[in-house]
């Protein structure tokens, strides 16, 4: 029970009683909102195997789509990838792409999909503030 919407004879978005609501039609990028538990997916993460626990938390994850639960911060997102500026997280890298990129005009870190872990800094310090080397020492 509550308020739907159609287009073209298809159900396009749903406001429900129970507190849950989606926009977008069945199989076509249908995002679903519950707002007993400040959570928001892609419906095809519900499909493959996605699963709310009863206090709201992420109980299992998916192989597919993406769910934010913006009670606890939890994301949890199939072929996850950010790019933000100065930072690349990449959970499938293709090509040349890194599973981590980070830097800016003093140095960068990367992480390649074949475990290479590269550095290369203006400074470089472990612990107490230490200076451990330089560029040049860190090739």
């Known amino acids: 029970m509550g308020i739907y919407g159609f287009h073209n004879g298809t159900q396009s978005f749903g406001f429900n009683i129970d507190g849950t609501a989606f926009l977008g039609k069945s199989g076509r990028g249908r995002i679903v909102f519950n707002g007993n538990y400040g959570v928001i997916a892609s419906a095809n993460w519900f499909d493959k195997g996605g699963e709310i626990g009863p206090n709201g938390g992420i109980a299992k994850s998916s192989t597919e789509g993406m769910c934010i639960n913006l009670e606890d911060g939890h994301i949890d997102a199939y072929n996850f990838k950010l790019t933000s500026a100065g930072i690349q997280l990449n959970s499938n890298p ?20 074949d475990g290479e872990l590269a550095i290369d800094v203006d400074r470089f310090t472990l612990t107490n503030n230490q200076v451990l080397g330089s560029n040049n020492l860190l090739h």
Do not use: A, C, P, Y
């Not at 293709?94 to 999909?113: A, Q």
């Open 94 to 113: 293709v090509g040349e792409e890194k599973f981590v990129d980070i830097g800016n005009d003093h140095g960068k870190l990367t992480l390649s999909k």
